[in-house]
């Protein structure tokens, strides 16, 4: 059984009258394997698919999961007049398969028809979540509002699961 | 404008043959408010979920509001083009009496997300995007369409709760 440390730390010196800092730590044991892989999720774009970052059959409902992901260049993306931003926002959101009582809804896929992106992570930015093992994770490319548009170059990003 | 500035370190001794630790760090620039505020949940919610599996759909009516986002009741919804950021921690989970063959005995705070705001096919509730086990942690850029709630379960045909004190702040 492996073990991982992961520590968050949020500060700032001028949101309070007061500097705010804190910390948060907790200690994973995994019964499973986990690594980080980093690619070019351009290829998951324009073609109206996403890619799956974590399958709802990897594991038991039961056992702790924690997904990472980064957005770590997230650029060229070609907005549109009065678009948010140029640079693409990596979204992520779930699917509704796996577990026979989770068949309400299909499985997400073409124009991500469904639910609604639970993350929304900018150029730089991450996320870190313990995830609901009994669904599919998914990400693609697009603008801050979902819209796929254009990416004219690339978005990398890195993820990790752990079990 | 605040700004904050989030670290996240991930270390292990042992998960590969070499010894594995990075850290990834951010800065925000908040135009709006935010703050860490620290409850009992409990007292929001009182075990009446009419479905305690851990599985299937939800609606919003029996766990706590964390973020109403554009299409919520909630006047305070923001713009949907606003970063804004959601950290939760499970304090305690304590005091889930757990049912034979249940996974543990400390409460998992769930979070899901409503299909509130717009989208092209809003759905009125959707599965547990996240589960938090006693002492871990969620940090994550929020779509700010949507709505996101908190709850615990209790588990079927148990005592119920004792307290599941939470902390989270959501920060734009």
New interface residues.
């Given amino acids: 059984m492996a073990t991982v440390k992961t520590t968050f730390t949020f500060s700032s010196t001028d949101i309070t009258s007061d500097a705010l800092s804190f910390t948060v730590s907790e200690n994973l044991a995994l019964t499973g394997s986990g690594g980080i892989q980093r690619f070019n999720l351009s290829t998951a774009t324009n073609s109206q698919s996403a890619y799956q970052v974590y399958n709802s059959q990897s594991f038991d409902a039961t056992d702790p999961t924690y997904l990472y992901i980064k957005n770590v260049t997230g650029s060229g993306y070609s907005a549109s007049a009065g678009g948010q931003s140029t640079s693409s926002y990596v979204h992520l959101y779930q699917s509704g398969s796996g577990n026979a009582s989770n068949g309400t809804y299909s499985p997400l896929k073409g124009n991500h028809e469904g639910l609604e992106s639970m993350a929304v992570i900018p150029q730089g930015g991450f996320t870190y979540i313990p995830i609901n093992p009994d669904s599919s994770y998914f990400i693609f490319a697009a603008d801050h509002t979902g819209s796929e548009g254009n990416i004219t170059a690339s978005t990398i990003v890195e993820f990790g699961v752990f079990n | 404008m ?15 043959s070499d010894a ?1 630790s ?1 850290t ?1 760090s ?1 800065n925000l620039s ?1 135009t709006g408010s ?3 505020v620290r409850f009992n949940l409990n007292a929001k919610y009182t075990g009446s979920m009419e479905d305690p ?5 939800r609606n919003g009516a029996g766990a706590y509001e964390l973020y109403a986002g554009s299409g919520s009741s909630n006047y305070n919804n923001p713009s ?2 606003v ?1 804004t950021y959601l ?1 939760l ?1 499970n304090v305690t989970g304590s005091g889930f009496s757990a049912s034979a063959g249940g ?2 005995t400390a409460s998992v705070v ?1 979070i899901f ?1 409503s ?1 509130a ?1 717009s ?5 009125d509730s ?8 006693q ?12 709505s996101y709630y908190a709850y615990s379960p209790t588990g079927s045909g148990a005592a119920g709760l004792t307290g599941t004190i939470i902390e989270y ?1 959501v ?1 734009r």
């Avoid at chain 2, 904050?4 to 991930?10: A, K, P, Y």
């Avoid at chain 2, 989208?119 to 759905?123: D, I, R």
């Avoid at chain 2, 599965?127 to 086990?133: A, C, L, S």
């Fill in positions: 605040a700004t904050v500035n989030t670290t996240f370190t991930f270390s292990s001794t042992d998960i590969s594995l990075f990834v951010e908040l935010g703050g860490v599996n851990m599985f299937g759909p949907g083009s970063p950290y921690k996974p543990s769930h997300v299909g705001g989208g092209t096919q809003a759905v959707a599965h547990d995007i996240v589960k938090i086990y002492g871990g942690f969620a940090y994550l850029p929020i779509n700010s369409n949507v702040g920060f």
